[in-house]
């Protein structure tokens, strides 16, 4: 199982990026997905959820309206589209797999992520 984040950098208040992932190595259509980060200094936040064919979708209260996760299961990948963007959205972005096991995304205990990826990382400054 391979997980490979891409797409972040740096960008003013008020930009945008998109976050890809990459997967690799299991069947990535037959697994519901999240978008973790993490700020220095800070816990692990969620960000968002997917199910298996991008019908449902979840969003922490600190994103919603501005990211919109999506995922493209012919091409293994999973999006994180970023608009609005602002300091404190400031991190290092992870995509995680979440167990087989747990059927459902609206929680998801930290210890159900079963893979991750190495992260990308996004500045929002001016």
């Known amino acids: 199982v391979q997980l490979v984040e891409s797409g972040g950098g740096m960008v003013q208040p008020g930009g945008s990026l998109r976050l890809s992932c990459a997967a690799s190595?299991?069947?990535?259509?037959?697994?519901?997905m999240s978008w973790v980060r993490q700020a220095p200094g800070k816990r692990s936040e969620w960000v968002s959820s997917?199910?298996?064919?991008?019908?449902?979708?979840y969003y922490a209260d600190s994103v919603k309206g501005r990211f919109t996760i999506s995922r493209d299961n012919a091409k293994n990948t999973l999006y994180l589209q970023m608009n609005s963007l602002k300091p404190e959205d400031t991190a290092l972005y992870y995509c995680?797999?979440?167990?087989?096991?747990?059927?459902?995304?609206?929680?998801?205990?930290?210890?159900?992520?079963?893979?991750w990826g190495q992260g990308t990382q996004v500045t929002v400054s001016s």
């Open positions: 995680a797999r979440i167990n087989s096991r747990w059927h459902t995304i609206v929680v998801v205990p930290w210890e159900e992520y079963d893979h």
């Open positions: 190595g299991f069947t990535f259509s037959s697994y519901d």
């Open positions: 997917i199910n298996t064919d991008g019908g449902t979708t």
